[in-house]
Structure formats: C-alpha cells, structure tokens
C-alpha cells in the first residue's frame, strides 16, 4: 500500500472514531421532539370594580360571609366608602374604656356627647342612686381583653347603621360608704367586665362620631 492510500486509511478511522465519540457524548434525536416550553407568566389578578358583603376583606375580617352582618357592614361602606370595620373598633375599644370609666367615677361630663339620651338617663339615674347613698367611688381601668363584632343592622331608607360590640374589659372598681367601708367591689382584686354595647351613627353624614345605644 502506497504512502498516500495508507494516510486516506488512517483519516477515515480517526474519521468514523471522532462520529462515534460525538454520538455518545450528545446522543441522537429520534421520531417528534416537541419545541422548548416558554416559561408561563403569571397574570395579573384582575381588580375588581366593586365589592360585595362576601368579598369585602375588611368586612370578613371580622364577620363570618354571609350573615346578616357582613351584608350590614359592607352596606354601611357602599353608603360611606370611607368606613372600614378595624378603625371602628379600635374607636369603640376607646370609647368603651372612657365612658365605664366615666360612669364607675360618677361623672359623665367628659362622655356625655357619645350617650344616646335613653343612654345617658340610665347611667344617670344610676349614679344619682349611688350619691343620694354617699357612695363614693374608686376604679382602675387595667384594660379592653376582647372586642368583636356580635352583630350589626343598616337601614338604607334612612342610612342609620347599628353595630353592636362583645366587650371584656379587666378593671379594679371599688364603691365605699360614707364611712370608707367597702359596698361593692375588691380594692385588691381585678373584676372581669362583659359587656354587648351597641353603637349608632347615620352613615355618610359630616359628623364622625357614634353613640351608644344600648347596653347589655
């Protein structure tokens, strides 16, 4: 074999070696191979143009949908889109702590402006009770453990809106006679004060400010 046909020999092994070699290191692509996926894209969630009683998040924050008061309350914020249920009941929390305040001192003056009249002649008649007896009176407030929507109601026809508020507060009060004898309390002892107060307020109005009710 001649020089030049034994290096066309030689090319043609290394030839068919370098073939198999790539085959093994790359494979081979049979039949359909369907085209690389696209990564998906998450769309955007759309944002939807009004809310009702059961998608209100602030609502069923605090209420179970579908009851009588999510539908009150998402009412009460179709009728004044600025009301929202936590800032009210962070306001009521407040309201509560100052007017049980007020009325274990025996002074309504600074509260007064928050009673509904029916309100306000209880709490009176009550404290009246207590001075004509010469009750003197000693409280701590230590603080609101609980609130929470119980119920709610609102009137479209006339744009009042009710809710009522389950409270427990935890305060020291003490009611002494006129000789410094103890009547009614524990000077050294926490109480547990439960309470459902309901509050009302004519819904889209100017003034801000709601006002008790009823107690129970």
Do not use: C
């Amino acid at each position: 074999m001649t020089n030049p046909m034994l290096q066309i020999v030689v090319l043609a092994v290394i030839a068919v070696f370098l073939i198999l070699r790539l085959r093994n290191v790359l494979g081979t692509r049979d039949g359909f191979e369907p085209p690389p996926q696209a990564v998906p894209v998450q769309p955007r969630a759309a944002i939807p143009a009004a809310h009702t009683a059961e998608d209100s998040g602030d609502v069923l924050d605090h209420v179970q949908a579908g009851t009588p008061a999510a539908a009150a309350l998402t009412a009460m914020q179709r009728a004044e889109p600025g009301f929202a249920v936590g800032p009210f009941l962070s306001g009521s929390r407040q309201a509560y702590e100052m007017i049980l305040t007020a009325f274990e001192r025996g002074d309504l003056t600074e509260v007064r402006p928050f009673l509904s009249p029916a309100v306000a002649e209880a709490f009176d008649a009550v404290i009246a009770g207590r001075q004509a007896r010469g009750i003197r009176s000693e409280v701590q407030f230590l603080g609101t453990r609980e609130t929470a929507v119980e119920g709610a109601d609102f009137d479209p026809a006339t744009g009042m809106g009710e809710v009522s508020v389950r409270f427990v507060g935890e305060l020291i009060a003490v009611h002494r006679d006129p000789s410094g004898a103890v009547v009614d309390g524990d000077p050294k002892a926490a109480r547990k004060q439960r309470d459902i107060w309901t509050f009302a307020r004519r819904m889209g109005q100017p003034d801000p400010n709601w006002q008790l009710v009823a107690t129970a």
